[in-house]
């Protein structure tokens, strides 16, 4: 089956301009999480959806950032003012249960220029 | 603050020997420890996990020991393929299912025909 879907694959934006990065996940997957992975680190949590509700979003940097996942699938990054900190790949990933692992799709690199 | 860490940047090994990816952690309420593996332009696939209520965990050619004591974790794969060279990362967290993970920085393996 598929796996977890991520659009863009690159996203190259200006310092200051608004950005929105879209995961799709495994079909059926009711726990997303969205990561955060800089040049040289590990992948960095960003915020956990159980359903449409985000169950913890303690690794949101600051109000510049803010995730929906309105219907319980598909989700929505949403980075306002972006800085060229912001620069990264963006991982999504999804889970089919409590003791089952993360799917990463293959990520969204963001290029703020 | 580095609370799951990964000294060796990279690590080459000759193809048919035995690979050793060292991880170290500072959180002692961790208990649930993970090992991806991360092909350049994809997201990290899981590998293996080991709970602490044991010291080891084999998956085929793959081997995941744990020292709670020392706080320490490695990966041996045997024998090495050229397949296996990757980046490799550690991950930890504080309750068995729970998947907000701490990912270490990665250690890249070159397996050497």
């Known amino acids: 089956g598929a796996g977890v879907s991520q659009t863009p694959s690159n996203k190259v934006t200006e310092k200051g301009k608004y950005v929105e990065l879209r995961c799709d996940p495994i079909s059926g997957h009711t726990a997303l999480y969205w990561y955060r992975q800089s040049l040289g680190q590990g992948p960095e949590f960003l915020i956990y959806?159980?359903?449409?509700?985000?169950?913890?979003d303690s690794g949101l940097p600051n109000d510049r950032f803010f995730a929906v996942r309105p219907e319980g699938s598909v989700s929505t990054l949403k980075i306002q003012r972006t800085e060229r900190g912001d620069s990264a790949v963006y991982l999504c990933?999804?889970?089919?249960?409590?003791?089952?692992?993360?799917?990463f799709g293959n990520g969204t690199r963001l290029t703020v220029t | 603050d580095q609370q799951v860490k990964q000294n060796s940047p990279s690590l080459s090994v000759q193809e048919g020997r035995i690979s050793i990816l060292n991880c170290d952690y500072t959180n002692s309420m961790f208990d649930y420890f993970l090992w991806y593996k991360k092909y350049p332009a994809e997201g990290p696939t899981f590998l293996i996990s080991i709970s602490s209520i044991k010291d080891k965990n084999e998956d085929g050619r793959f081997t995941v020991f744990l020292n709670k004591s020392a706080k320490h974790l490695s990966l041996h794969i045997v024998p090495s393929q050229p397949g296996d060279s990757a980046v490799y990362f550690c991950a930890a967290s504080g309750v068995q299912g729970a998947q907000k993970l701490v990912f270490g920085q990665g250690t890249r393996l070159t397996i050497n025909p």
């Open positions: 959806f159980q359903g449409t509700g985000a169950a913890d």
């Open positions: 990933a999804s889970s089919g249960g409590f003791d089952s692992p993360l799917h």
